[in-house]
């Protein structure tokens, strides 16, 4: 009897592992079938992924910082609506994600900024610019817009962490674990083994050319390596971009978030602290979505809304 258990046993391991080694190979295959969008952009000793799409204009070129653990392809679907309404807009791969070269360690705001600042020189695309940030990517955001904000119109910040978030209590809690799940990815991503997962790679809800991008990134271990390399650096991160100064409060600010009005709790009202601070303040919780598919193209809508009211109170003479 146990000789019978134990080699059911040894078949269904051998099975197991003939077919995630198929639907490995098979996810590696497809996901390298497809060029990527954009055009690669040195910055000096590295080459990022560039995605510009929409009609050049009179309007200010919307660029785009995606959150942790991915890039450009988050944007799909909101670069996709901001053309149909006659906008210009910016997103990339940082150093290490999706189709960009890895860059120097370490991967904190401060080599971030100086990579992002470089790709918007290099780009060709002329500034001041609207500053669209999703999830950690508020950090990077702040800290370019306090440093450089001769090229700042306003900000869109979607679910965004600021520096004041990140010292919050409870915060260096959620941000261990990210850690550990970032290592972990980085470990499994390494050997290969995610590359069966392929097909779950895009939670956002993204249009076809975004899905296969995300998906490839999502089985990366370049990418888990990098992603786990910025990690790291958050608190360093965090550190940097409150050092570098104060928003301007004449910028229009968007805030939008995903589910229900936090505000009245901690981590909302930092969240919508950047708005608070402005002018001319837009605050917005979208109710139906999450941190992801508040990027996609059921609620993408909400950002290309951010956008249309930072370009209107600034076109419009606000302060």
């Not at 995630?20 to 990527?36: D, N």
């Not at 950690?136 to 600021?162: K, R, S």
């Not at 915060?171 to 499994?188: N, Y």
């Not at 975004?210 to 998906?215: C, F, L, Q, T, Y």
Request: hydrophobic share 45%.
């Amino acid at each position: 009897m146990l000789l019978k258990v134990l080699r059911f046993a040894v078949r269904l391991l051998a099975i197991t592992i003939v077919g995630w080694g198929t639907l490995a190979v098979a996810a590696e295959a497809i996901s390298r079938s497809k060029p990527p969008r954009g055009r690669m952009v040195d910055v000096g000793g590295h080459e990022l992924r560039l995605v510009c799409e929409g009609p050049k204009s009179e309007r200010p070129v919307v660029w785009m910082e995606a959150g942790a653990f991915s890039g450009a392809a988050d944007f799909a679907a909101i670069q996709q609506k901001l053309t149909a309404k006659g906008y210009r807009s910016c997103a990339y791969d940082r150093a290490g994600m999706g189709y960009s070269e890895a860059g120097p360690r370490p991967r904190d705001g401060n080599a971030i900024v100086g990579d992002l600042k470089g790709l918007m020189a290099a780009s060709g695309e002329a500034g001041p610019y609207v500053l669209m940030g999703h999830s950690m990517a508020g950090l990077y955001l702040h800290q370019f817009a306090a440093q450089y904000p001769d090229q700042v119109v306003g900000l869109v910040l979607l679910d965004a962490v600021t520096p004041e978030l990140l010292q919050a209590p409870g915060v260096a809690g959620f941000a261990d674990r990210m850690h550990d799940m970032a290592q972990l990815g980085s470990i499994a991503g390494t050997l290969g083994l995610t590359k069966p997962l392929y097909w779950w790679g895009d939670r956002i809800g993204l249009p076809p050319w975004g899905k296969a991008e995300k998906r490839r990134g999502f089985v990366s271990g370049r990418q888990s390596r990098s992603a786990y390399a910025e990690v790291q650096m958050w608190r360093t991160a965090g550190e940097q971009a409150a050092a570098a100064g104060s928003l301007s409060p004449h910028w229009p600010v968007a805030v939008i978030t995903a589910g229900p009005s936090a505000r009245g709790s901690a981590w909302g009202e930092l969240r919508q602290a950047p708005a608070r601070r402005s002018a001319a303040p837009m605050v917005e919780a979208i109710a139906g979505a999450n941190h992801r598919t508040m990027l996609g193209l059921v609620h993408g809508g909400h950002a290309v809304a951010g956008v249309e009211h930072v370009v209107k109170r600034r076109s419009s003479g606000a302060p």
